[in-house]
């Protein structure tokens, strides 16, 4: 569902609402924090305090409106399962990333306090951290992705089809014992 998670809690009840209508009342049992913008690689001093703003409004605030929303109502039910989207990025440094960096590794820290927070109540949190991944905006004969696929053992890029995997093993009764967990899917570049 459509949202823009940039006009604050507002907007994030909205879609909270349009979710559960749309599942005809049943309570949302799976929250799956995937929204983000991704800003052009700078170096920090470029980055204008607006875009720190912006960048964080939607990668970081929207995930914690929308998880300190719905993950209660899950724990009052005794379970659910919430997979935030990180990013390689927030376990590795990447010169000119630090923006877009900083907020994945805020999404990786705070899956590990929302795990602490709402595990005892049968809600599982848990991270997937794409590397480079194919889609309308990267593909292979991008200059830099070229470069980073140099260091990545399995020497391409993940495709769509993969991270979603990952997030369905996630979401599974398969992981039901998985808590606090970042599962890289990004071909072994954070391994080496």
Do not use: C
Not at 70 to 93: E, H, T, W
Not at 111 to 134: I, L, M, Q
């Amino acid at each position: 569902m459509a949202a823009d998670l940039g006009a604050g809690r507002a907007a994030v009840e909205r879609l909270e609402s349009q979710a559960t209508t749309a599942a005809n009342g049943a309570p949302l049992d799976i929250l799956v924090n995937n929204a983000a913008t991704i800003p052009m690689p700078m170096p920090t001093a470029e980055v204008s305090e607006q875009l720190l703003r912006d960048v964080f409004v939607v990668n970081v605030i929207g995930p914690f409106l929308l998880t300190g929303l719905i993950a209660p109502a899950m724990a009052r039910r005794g379970g659910g399962v919430v997979i935030n989207i990180g990013s390689i990025n927030g376990l590795i440094g990447l010169g000119g990333s630090a923006l877009y960096s900083a907020t994945k590794a805020t999404i990786h820290s705070l899956t590990k306090s929302w795990a602490a927070e709402y595990g005892p109540s049968g809600v599982r949190v848990n991270t997937v951290a794409p590397g480079p991944t194919r889609t309308e905006r990267f593909d292979e004969s991008d200059d830099r992705i070229a470069l980073l696929l140099g260091r990545i053992p399995s020497r391409r890029m993940s495709t769509i089809a993969e991270i979603a995997a990952a997030v369905v093993f996630l979401a599974s009764d398969d992981a039901a014992n998985i808590h606090g967990a970042t599962l890289s899917a990004d071909g072994g570049f954070a391994a080496v």
